[in-house]
C-alpha cells in the first residue's frame, strides 16, 4: 500500500505559478513511476506529468510543455509539480498517482497506476 498526500493547490491569476507537492508514504517510494493526473468538471481525467522509478525519464502532456516541470526527491519521498505561466484553462482537481512500473517506464493511462492521492484544487482566474 501507498498513500499519497497532496498539498500547494489554491487560487492564482493567470500567468503566474503553483507547485504541488504530493508526499508518499508506504512501501518504498522509488518502486513507483509517478504521475500528476487533473480533471475539470465535466471532462475525463488526463494525464499532466509523469517521472519513472529512476527519475531519468519524464512525459508531459502537450498542454504542460515548456510550462510544467515534474520532479522527485527520494530523500523526502515527494514528487513536485511545478506550475508555471498558469492559464484558465489549467483549472482543474490535480491528483498524484503511483504505478508499479518498470524502472524506465511512464505510464501515461490512468489505468496504469495504482494508488491515487486525494486531490488538490487548482483554480486560475483570468
Known amino acids: 500500500q501507498v498513500q499519497l498526500v497532496e498539498s500547494g493547490g489554491g487560487l492564482v491569476q493567470a500567468g503566474g505559478s503553483l507547485r504541488l507537492s504530493c508526499a508518499a508514504s508506504?512501501?518504498?517510494?522509488?518502486?513507483?513511476?509517478m504521475g500528476w493526473f487533473r480533471q475539470a468538471p465535466g471532462k475525463e481525467r488526463e494525464i499532466v506529468a509523469a517521472?519513472?522509478?529512476?527519475?531519468?525519464?519524464?512525459y508531459y502532456a502537450d498542454s504542460a510543455k515548456g510550462r510544467f516541470t515534474i520532479s522527485r526527491d527520494y530523500a523526502k519521498n515527494t514528487v513536485i509539480l511545478q506550475m508555471n505561466s498558469l492559464k484558465p484553462e489549467d483549472t482543474a482537481v490535480y491528483y498524484c498517482?503511483?504505478?508499479?512500473?518498470?524502472?524506465?517506464?511512464?505510464?501515461?493511462?490512468?489505468?496504469?497506476?495504482?494508488?491515487w492521492g486525494q486531490g488538490t484544487q487548482v483554480t486560475v482566474s483570468s
Open positions: 517521472v519513472s522509478r529512476s527519475g531519468d525519464t519524464t
Open positions: 508506504g512501501r518504498t517510494f522509488s518502486s513507483y513511476a
Open positions: 498517482a503511483a504505478g508499479a512500473m518498470a524502472h524506465t517506464i511512464v505510464g501515461v493511462t490512468a489505468a496504469e497506476y495504482d494508488y
